[in-house]
């Protein structure tokens, strides 16, 4: 099984300050087909999870640009260029290259 | 607007069984492909396991912790999704999401779960 790991595990933020999530996997999460199955979400506190990214780079409907991704290969970054108070959850990424499909540990964003 | 109501959770004895079902709404249900997710209190999201669509042959794949236990299943007719979960273990209670494969990709979860509960 592809191993999601993620960093840190517990992220305090100031409003308007970035944040950064790092997401790596134990396998390459490029396909043949040129993009890497590689997906992000959050949980906000007593929500169900929300997709915000997908196949990589695709941001979902309705998610904020000042969320961003980057990586390749097996080394992924989520960034928020300026925190807000609604951004406070859980942060999962997930690998959807293989069978069975593996969530990292989650991040846990919270406000100072 | 999309709607996945997840039903049929309940308390249950270990060993036992119990069958969650998903019901569909406001998409094309017979061309997306469905996952189950689930989440143990304070833990994190785990995969339980996906049907594909009629077109991709209704393949399904399984967590390895539950491989050979569960079951998932579809109904095209009804817009309805299975869970069949056998031989329950404590570790498996959670509350349980079903989710749509999105086109293009991610997953698309809209209920609030149904929560299962195993314990004598």
């Known amino acids: 099984d592809i191993v999601m790991t993620q960093s840190p595990l517990s992220l305090p933020v100031t409003p308007g300050e970035p944040a950064s999530i790092s997401c790596r996997s134990s396998?390459?999460?490029?396909?043949?087909?040129?993009?890497?199955?590689l997906d992000w979400y959050l949980q906000k506190p007593g929500q169900s999870p929300q997709l915000l990214f997908y196949?990589?780079?695709n941001r979902a409907s309705g998610v904020p640009d000042r969320f961003t991704v980057s990586g390749s290969g097996t080394d992924f970054t989520l960034k928020i260029s300026r925190v807000e108070a609604d951004d406070v959850g859980v942060y999962y990424c997930m690998q959807a290259l293989q069978t069975p499909q593996t969530f990292g540990q989650g991040t846990k964003v919270e406000i100072k | 607007e999309v709607q996945l109501v997840e039903s049929g959770g309940g308390l249950v004895q270990p060993g036992g069984s119990l069958k969650l079902s998903c019901a569909a709404s406001g998409f094309t249900f017979s061309g997306s492909a469905m996952h189950w997710v689930r989440q143990a209190s304070g833990k994190g999201l785990e995969w339980v396991g996906r049907i594909t669509s009629k077109a991709e042959s209704y393949v399904t794949g399984y967590g390895a912790s539950v491989n050979g236990r569960f079951t998932i299943s579809r109904d095209d007719s009804k817009n309805t999704a299975y869970l069949q979960m056998n031989s329950l273990k404590t570790e498996d209670t959670a509350v349980y999401y079903c989710a749509r494969r999105q086109t293009g990709g991610g997953l698309e979860v809209r209920g609030q779960g149904t929560t299962v509960t195993v314990s004598s």
């Open positions: 396998q390459s999460l490029l396909h043949t087909n040129g993009f890497h199955y």
């Open positions: 196949l990589g780079s």
